[in-house]
C-alpha cells in the first residue's frame, strides 16, 4: 500500500514502475469482467414449448452441417407421407436439402423476397411471397425513414424478382400440394423474421394441417416474431449476442441458382425413387 501511495505521488522514475502493478491488477479485473459479461450474454436460453440446443460457440461448418443438424430436431416427422419440407432461397435450399434427405420427405421452394430498406438492404423491413403474401413492417419503415416511393420501388423490384425466380427453379412444374400436410419452412437463419412470417402467412392460403418453422439459429426472442403465424418453431441454437446470421457459419458465401437448382433436382429424383419402391 505505502508502494501504491508512493507511486502515486511520485515524478521521477520510480514512480512510473510503482503504478504498473496496479494498473496491470485493474486491467486483468476488468477483461475477467468482461469476459463474464460475454459469456454471460452468450448464453443460450430455453424456450417453453419449443425445441432447441445449442450455444454461442456452436459454429456450423456451411449450411448442409447447419441442415444435417436441425434434422436431428425433427425425428418426429421423419419417414412420414404427409410431410413436405419447403426452403426458403436461397440460403434456405442446401439446409432444406438435408432435412428432407434425413426425414425421406419432399422437397420444394417458398418463394420469399426481403424487402430490404433502400440504404440498408440487409435490414428488412417487409416481405413478399408466392400466391400474393404481403408484410410490412411499419415501425422499421418509420425508423429508417423510407419514403413511400422508395417503398413503391423496392416492392416493384422485388416482385419481379420473385415472379423470375419462381420460374427459374420450377419451371412449367406446378408447386407441390401442401394441402393437408405438415409443411416444415426452412431457412438457413432468422435476422428480423419478415420472411419468415410472410411465408408463413402464404402456406395459410394453401391449407397444410401444420406449419413448422425450422431454423438453424435465430435470435433469443425469435419464438415472439412468429409464434402467431406458425404451429411449431424448431431452432438448433437461439444465443442472445446476434449480429447476423453469418455470423454462424465458416463458409456463409452466397447460394447461387445453378445450386438451388441442382438440389431441388437432386430432391426430386430422391423422391421419385422412394414413390418407385413403394415408400412414399
Not at 11 to 32: D, E, I, L, Q, Y
Not at 225 to 250: H, L, T
Request: net charge positive; hydrophobic share 45%; aromatic share 8%.
Amino acid at each position: 500500500m505505502a508502494r501504491l501511495t508512493e507511486g502515486n505521488g511520485g515524478h521521477g522514475g520510480n514512480g512510473g514502475h510503482a503504478r504498473r502493478p496496479f494498473a496491470k491488477a485493474a486491467f486483468n479485473s476488468v477483461k475477467r469482467r468482461l469476459r463474464f459479461l460475454w459469456n454471460a450474454a452468450c448464453a443460450p436460453r430455453p424456450v417453453s414449448g419449443h425445441r432447441w440446443k445449442g450455444s454461442m460457440d456452436s459454429v456450423f461448418e456451411n449450411r448442409a452441417e447447419a441442415g444435417r443438424a436441425l434434422a436431428a430436431l425433427l425425428g418426429a416427422y421423419s419417414g412420414r407421407d404427409d410431410v413436405i419440407v419447403l426452403a426458403l432461397p436461397r440460403g434456405g435450399v442446401p439446409v432444406a436439402f438435408e432435412v428432407a434427405r434425413e426425414l425421406a420427405a419432399d422437397l420444394d421452394v417458398l418463394v420469399v423476397r426481403k424487402l430490404g430498406v433502400p440504404v440498408q438492404p440487409e435490414l428488412a423491413m417487409g416481405a413478399i411471397a408466392s400466391g400474393g403474401a404481403f408484410y410490412l413492417d411499419e415501425t422499421i419503415v418509420r425508423y429508417a425513414g423510407v419514403a413511400r416511393a422508395e417503398l413503391t420501388a423496392v416492392i416493384a423490384h422485388e416482385q419481379a424478382e420473385l415472379a423470375r425466380r419462381e420460374a427459374l427453379y420450377r419451371g412449367a412444374r406446378p408447386p407441390l400440394d401442401v394441402e393437408n400436410r405438415v409443411a416444415i419452412v426452412v431457412d438457413d437463419g432468422m435476422a428480423t423474421g419478415a420472411t419468415m412470417k410472410a411465408a408463413a402467412m402464404a402456406l395459410r392460403d394453401k391449407k397444410p394441417s401444420r406449419i413448422v418453422a425450422a431454423l438453424p439459429v435465430a435470435p433469443a426472442d425469435s419464438d415472439a416474431r412468429i409464434e402467431s403465424v406458425v404451429d411449431e418453431f424448431i431452432c438448433v441454437q437461439r444465443p442472445y449476442s446476434y449480429f447476423g446470421v453469418g455470423q454462424f457459419y465458416v463458409d456463409f458465401t452466397q447460394t447461387s441458382d445453378e445450386e438451388v437448382f441442382d438440389l431441388l433436382r437432386q430432391a426430386r429424383e430422391a423422391s421419385e425413387a422412394r414413390r418407385r419402391r413403394g415408400g412414399g
